[in-house]
């Protein structure tokens, strides 16, 4: 069974930093591509970021013009880890942080909450 | 970027009845390989989403045969055959075939 779990999530002041974690299990993490979607409260969903899989040079990565040049995804296979590192966090940036699996999106986790706020 | 515009925003449906709604695109997804890339996915209260429909009309794993996806082009359709109360929740449309990936906005189905 495919699962992705988030971490990381919390209350952060504007300007501050937070990394978001997504462990992945039921399938081989390092083949697939992953992404990041967010959702802000009772709103609608953002894709975010994604990194392509595979085992051939360099991840391909891509970014939201919202949040380019301020977040950065990576990832670790040995660990079947997904990360987001968050800088410069503004009150816009506050949703729930999902994990996603491939560039069609076809399997989520259940998201962390990040709140930025002073 | 391109542009979904779903419709309606919000349908209040009958249980047992039929349900649709509209997906458009501001350009044309079909990719390189031939392949158009428009999802659904359904978000019930207070959960993750979930992906219904891949490629235009393809039905994931465990998803009822009441939901089925058409399409082409710039216009795309989910419909439910018959709405079951579980159906409650947003539906939203996706394309995977430009960057940056967008999303419709979402149409909120709710049993009348």
């Known amino acids: 069974e495919v699962q992705l779990v988030e971490s990381g999530g919390g209350l952060v002041q504007p300007g501050g930093s937070l990394r978001l974690s997504c462990t992945a299990s039921?399938?081989?993490?390092?083949?697939?591509?992953m992404n990041w979607v967010r959702q802000a409260p009772g709103k609608g969903l953002e894709w975010v970021s994604y990194?392509?899989?595979?085992?051939?040079?360099?991840?391909?990565?891509y970014y939201a013009d919202s949040v380019k040049g301020r977040f950065t995804i990576s990832r670790d296979n040995a660990k079947n880890s997904l990360f987001l590192q968050m800088n410069s966090l503004r009150a816009e940036d506050t949703a729930v942080y999902y994990c996603?699996?491939?560039?069609?999106?076809?399997?989520w986790g259940q998201g962390t909450l990040v709140t930025v706020s002073s | 970027d391109v542009v979904m515009t779903q419709s309606p925003l919000s349908l209040p449906v009958t249980l047992g009845q039929p349900a649709s709604f509209s997906c458009r695109s501001s350009?044309?997804?079909?990719?390189?390989?031939?392949?158009?890339?428009l999802n659904w996915f359904q978000q019930r209260p207070g959960q993750s989403p979930r992906r219904l429909i891949y490629?235009?009309?393809n039905r994931d794993s465990g998803v009822p045969d009441r939901f089925s996806g058409s399409g082409s082009g710039t216009n795309f359709t989910l419909k439910i055959s018959r709405v079951e109360a579980e159906d409650v929740g947003f539906y939203y449309c996706?394309?995977?075939?430009?960057?940056?990936?967008?999303f419709g906005g979402g149409t909120k189905v709710e049993i009348k």
């Open positions: 996706m394309q995977g075939t430009h960057w940056p990936l967008t």
């Open positions: 350009q044309g997804l079909v990719y390189s390989d031939g392949i158009t890339y």
């Open positions: 990194i392509s899989g595979g085992s051939s040079g360099s991840p391909i990565i």
């Open positions: 996603a699996r491939d560039r069609q999106l076809s399997y």
């Open positions: 490629k235009v009309s």
């Open positions: 039921g399938f081989t993490f390092s083949t697939y591509n």
